[in-house]
């Protein structure tokens, strides 16, 4: 697979844990302030995964969406997590701290793959924008 896949299937799975984890997490969560941000998020999540596959289709290549052991993983993490404590101060954590490793891989890729195409790299500093928006916005609930 060449750097251009491997950065938009990157792109791909990230956005589509995001779409799985909040659409998870606004079952949980009870407090209305909070779940509309987590709508306003999921909304934003959903139009970076879409551009990822307009992208990868256009160019070709395959979707690597995320497999269904890291699925059931993530589910089953999330539901333990938030057995004891659904309070929007630690769901918030919980997704800022998953927001800060979204934001690293996001910095590693650009450097690793430098050389993709600019519209590809674009998308991915997008995404790491969006991941350091997040963090902001989620402050307000711990």
């Known amino acids: ?3 251009n896949a491997e950065l938009l299937n990157f792109i791909y799975q990230n956005s589509q844990m995001g779409v799985n984890t909040i659409q998870q997490l606004i079952k949980i969560v009870e407090d209305k302030k909070f779940k509309d941000h987590l709508h306003e998020q999921l909304k934003g999540y959903e139009e970076i995964h879409q551009s990822a596959k307009e992208i990868l ?3 070709g290549y ?3 969406g995320i497999g269904a052991f890291n699925k059931i993983k993530t589910y089953l993490m999330i539901n333990l997590q938030t057995l004891n404590d659904k309070t929007s101060s630690h769901v918030s954590e919980m997704m800022i701290l998953g927001s800060n490793m979204g934001i690293i891989d996001a ?23 969006f991941e350091e928006e997040n963090v902001e916005k989620l402050k307000v609930f711990l």
């Open 62 to 64: 395959d979707e690597k």
């Open 1 to 3: 697979m060449n750097g």
């Open 107 to 129: 910095i590693k890729n650009v450097r690793k793959y430098k050389e993709a195409e600019d519209d590809i790299v674009s998308l991915m500093k997008g995404l790491q924008k």
């Open 57 to 59: 289709n256009k160019n």
